[in-house]
């Protein structure tokens, strides 16, 4: 199993840019797909992004594409989440997940390594 920290969440003004990061420990980062998720208030747990283990192809939900990009660094167990142009409804609490590489790359399929989360609220 993998584990899990996130960071870099805050408040933001709209408009505005923050990098989330993912540190992985405890398995082979570079076998592992890895993916954001985030939730909002009230609202469920949903895709942002994800990225497969050698660091292409990605993949985003269409209300982040142009603004977020999602990479990895193997070398550093890392994976990020730039976040440019952020909107209100950006506002969220932020998940790192990730799970083992099959041999296909199925980017919504489920995850089974969960970070604790990182908050982002995004103010006007």
């Known amino acids: 199993q993998v584990q899990l920290v996130e960071s870099g969440g805050g408040l933001v003004q709209a408009g505005g840019s923050l990098r989330l990061s993912c540190a992985a420990s405890?398995?082979?980062?570079?076998?592992?797909?890895m993916a954001w998720f985030r939730q909002a208030p009230g609202k469920e747990r949903e895709f942002v992004a994800a990225?497969?283990?050698?660091?292409?192809?990605?993949y985003y939900v269409d209300s982040v594409k142009g603004r977020f990009s999602i990479s990895r660094d193997n070398a550093k167990n890392t994976v990020y989440l730039q976040m440019n142009s952020i909107q209100r409804e950006d506002t969220a609490v932020y998940y790192c997940?990730?799970?083992?590489?099959?041999?296909?790359?199925?980017?919504?399929?489920?995850?089974?390594?969960w970070g604790q989360g990182t908050q982002v609220t995004v103010s006007s």
């Open positions: 997940a990730a799970k083992a590489y099959s041999g296909a790359w199925f980017p919504t399929s489920p995850y089974n390594n």
């Open positions: 405890g398995g082979t980062f570079s076998s592992y797909d």
């Open positions: 990225i497969s283990w050698s660091g292409r192809p990605t």
